[in-house]
């Protein structure tokens, strides 16, 4: 039987990671081994705790859907020290106000998507902060989200982004539908879901239309060493940065330049690039909102190992279901058919 792989989903990829940790300057190196180290120690967290499954039960239909705040008071421990529930007032920190205020936000998306919280039941979102000591990263991992301050210098912290707080609870709502497998093809469709939550929530937030947008992921956390970078970009993947730091961006746009290699869970985030441009092409034609719709559809019809090819073929399908609801325009189904043709899923 094949084993299925949970997502514990960190915001930055392992080769951002490993770059650092082979730099030249020994103050970056360092701060990536210790970033490397604290992701592991995320990982040992999960072994021996209940599976999705489990924890998806446990759950009370009907509940708020509350928020609730934990200060990591820069050790490794997560629900360390609640410091700001729902409703309550704001505290003296900026992190914590402004992780609460992103998570509210996403939370709204969702239930304009008609979701009530990210598993559909009203769970508590869970949302840790100052995760480390200068923890370059955040992540999910299963029923909670952690945020590192970042080093100030090549990374913010993590809070500072609506798209980090987006993109990492999307890997929620995604694991409480599809639960797509990470690693390899439907590990790179779990990434690109998310990626695909945080632009739209992103440009819902700004008001933004798709020919506006930026459609950068991660450049709100770049530090001053790396200003004017980010980690993706949609609109043009493989574009996103170049520098001796990091070095440069390696997604594809198309499947002619699919990434085979066995790193980063066989490319998770690298083959993203490819059904990312594909939305991207689908949101220009026919805006961010409606071609959303699609792939909310399509996400609730997955399945774990589903392939590039199954999600062509689902989120096809999710486009002529609401044309029939009439809620996105009569040719979505051939925008959809003609974008994942350009990246060369035909
Ligand atoms: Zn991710």
Redesign the pocket.
Known sequence: MKKHRQCI???LPPYVIGKLARTSDPEAREKARLSAIYGKISRAKRVGQPSVNLLSTAVSPGAGANRKVYDSQNTLKQRKKLVLEEGGPTTGDIAVNTVYEFAGIVRDYLKKLGRHSIDNQGMDIILNVHFGNQYMNAFWDGDEMTFGDGDGSIFTNFTKSLDVVA??LA?GVTQYTANLDYYSQSGALN?HF?DVFGSAIQQFYNKQDAGRADWLVGNEIMGPTLFGESLRSMKAPGSAYDNSLLGSDPQPSHMRDYFTGQDDNQGV?INSGIPNKAFYLVAKDIGTDKAMLIWYRALRMLWPDANFGDAVEIISHAARLLVKDRAVPEGSPQTVRLAFKEVGLP
């Open positions: 989903c960190h915001y993109h990492e890997h990434e998310s985030h």
